[in-house]
């Protein structure tokens, strides 16, 4: 039985049309046609009724096609599987999740490129979710990624860490404060960054430990965006420290949140590989 025989098989079955189908696999529907009747030759048994209404399957086509169905996504995915290991020593893919990149140093992948130019270095800029979820399917070799993280098949190294701070405008009666607690926060106009970023869930997530919910005004994916929102008196700002000269902050004090979660950047791979040399290296620099 030839996998190429199943997929067939599976596309007749979904369209329930031996024509649509052949359009779709660009072959002639004789071609098709052919095809099944082989496959139910090499089976010993009958996949489709031919009715004037279409393909319709009988008991033993459900069944092949459940199982087929599953079979060949195993064997995609076994394919994807080698293709990695085989690309391993002329790839390095790396994500990271966003607001990574406002600490982690590019110039970092540019020596490793040097150093390594008979590689090809990629990466991408995703949400937390998604990076962890690449590093465990092996799309991606190494994931920088923000706050906790588990797992019995994921590596993991913290790499920076710091806490949330708030941003208070000049005339705001916490401008003076030395330090803030969530609790603070209670009933202010919040400017955030939105639900792609991890600082956003550890603020709803502490605030509701504190027995509120934060009441957030304006949610943005731009970090500059909410010092000028705060400037503008629109409300306070949740930030990460980590901007340091690059942003004006004439008018704004940034004070730091003494209870928050911290904020913290750790670097993910597959427990099979936290000892490749490739990957150590690229976290040694």
């Not at 052949?22 to 082989?38: D, E």
Request: with cysteine; hydrophobic share 40%.
């Amino acid at each position: 039985m030839d996998t190429k025989d199943l997929r067939a098989f599976l596309r007749v079955y979904e369209e329930k049309s031996v024509h649509k189908a052949a359009k779709q696999l660009f072959i002639t529907p004789q071609g098709l046609s052919r095809v099944i009747h082989n496959l139910e030759t090499d089976l010993s048994t009958c996949l489709f009724e031919r009715t004037p209404g279409g393909m319709v399957p009988t008991e033993s086509g459900v069944y092949l096609y459940e199982n087929s169905r599953t079979l060949l996504q195993e064997l995609d995915a076994l394919e994807t599987g080698i293709r990695r290991f085989r690309d391993r020593n002329s790839r390095m893919e790396i994500g990271f999740s966003c607001g990574v990149l406002n600490v982690f140093p590019i110039r970092k992948l540019e020596a490793y490129q040097r150093r390594h130019p008979e590689k090809t270095v990629q990466w991408e800029e995703a949400s937390n979710r998604e990076i962890i979820d690449k590093v465990l399917k092996g799309e991606l070799d190494v994931g920088f990624v923000i706050g906790q993280v588990s797992g019995r098949e994921l590596w993991v190294r913290e790499v920076f860490s710091i806490r949330l701070s708030v941003l208070v405008y000049e005339g705001h009666p916490l401008f003076g404060r030395d330090s803030l607690s969530v609790k603070d926060l209670q009933g202010e106009p919040l400017i955030s960054l939105n639900e792609k970023f991890y600082c956003y869930h550890s603020l709803v997530e502490r605030c509701r430990d504190f027995g509120f919910m934060p009441d957030i005004v304006v949610k943005t994916m731009e970090g500059q965006l909410i010092y000028r929102f705060c400037k503008e008196k629109i409300g306070l700002g949740i930030v990460v420290d980590i901007h340091k000269d690059e942003i004006r902050k004439e008018g704004l004090r940034m004070i730091g949140l003494a209870d928050s979660l911290p904020w913290k950047i750790s670097v993910i791979a597959r427990e099979e590989r936290k000892d490749e040399k490739g990957i150590l290296e690229l976290i040694a620099e």
